[in-house]
């Protein structure tokens, strides 16, 4: 197939050297951080992507992205993760066991401790992060795994899961219908452009049947992959077309356990708990993550689109819950006419969602 956009470039960011750092978990996974670099400086600003996407949703060369308005505000050492969740690493496309404990408990501590290495063990760390990846960190700092965290921003989800009843439901039925079924290890966006007819090619035609508010097939498919909505993950309007196009690009295939771990932790009375309590390689991790809340000096920034429809109004309930421990520490961002995604893969997000994010990172500079 044609690009308009390559695979996984990084022309995206201007004026800046851009370097792959390596690193292990401890659990034995090779995995990387993508450093942009115009200059060292005290405050360095490491950005998460979530489930199924990577560090390419936050350097689109299609559009003002957020690698390049931080290093703009001043920032001049951003490093983007690309941890297990992430489509430009294999694991999400092999059978596992994984949830968002193992992204706590090896990935986010490892990852910190390169960026560390590298910049040097004296700079300001700052966090933002998305979707998953923002439960997983959250859940990293609250536990302790992680430490020395100057600020975080948290975009969609952190401790406290809500979702759409739909979504709900379909997290009861979809992996029976993927995993039991049809058989598939994992469920992909790219099922439309198999070259063959395959059980996937014919899912992904089924689903977009009952999708006509656009033509682009990913996009249909990550509406039944997360959330509730014609579309579910963004509005429209608020995309570049290209970026519409190249769903299939940005977010990649990935199996169904991440899936069932947030839907333990709704039934849990929608607060984070460990998927396998009894396994002792998570007994570093607290069984309930508010219960520190008052130890972890670390001020947050819970965002939220008005109208996500993957976990609807979750950041307002964990800043809620925070701020009934430590009143004032935190801080919560609506934005009106935004969903899930489009926060950080918008077509005017420098213009309507980055000036505040910028503004509570100066807040808590060194």
Sequence with gaps: MSREIPLYTLEGVRDA????????????LGLSLLRFCRAPCRDVVVIIHG??????????????????????????????LDFRMSNRHAYNLQPSDWSMDDCALYDHPAAMAKVREVAGEDVNLHVICHCLGAMSFTMALFAGTVTGIRSCIANSVALTPHVP???????????????RLLQQPYVSPRWSEDPRLT????????????????????????????????????????????????????YGP????????V????????????????????????EDYIAAAATIETPCLFMTGADNRVFTDSNIHCHQALEAVVPGRHQLAIFEGYGHQDVFMGKRIHEDIFPRLQRFLMENAG
């Design 165 to 179: 009843t739909w979504s709900r439901i379909k997290g009861h039925v979809f992996p029976f219908i993927i995993e």
């Design 17 to 28: 050297d851009a370097s792959t750092h390596y690193f292990t978990t401890d659990d034995g």
């Design 254 to 261: 990935v199996g169904l356990n991440y899936h069932k771990h």
């Design 199 to 250: 059980i996937g090619k014919l899912l992904s035609k089924l689903i977009s049947l009952f999708h006509r508010e656009c033509d682009v097939p990913a996009c249909h498919m990550l509406s039944l992959m997360w959330g509730t909505g014609w579309p579910a993950l963004y509005h429209h309007e608020n995309l570049d077309e290209i970026t519409h196009r190249r769903g299939a690009d940005l």
């Design 51 to 80: 489930l199924t996407t990577s560090s390419d949703m936050f350097i689109q060369p299609e559009h003002e992205n957020l690698v390049n308005c931080l290093l703009d505000a001043g920032f001049t050492d951003v490093w983007t």
């Design 263 to 286: 839907l333990k932790m709704l039934g849990e009375g929608h607060r984070t708990v460990r998927m396998k309590p009894e396994d002792p390689r998570y007994a570093e991790l607290p």
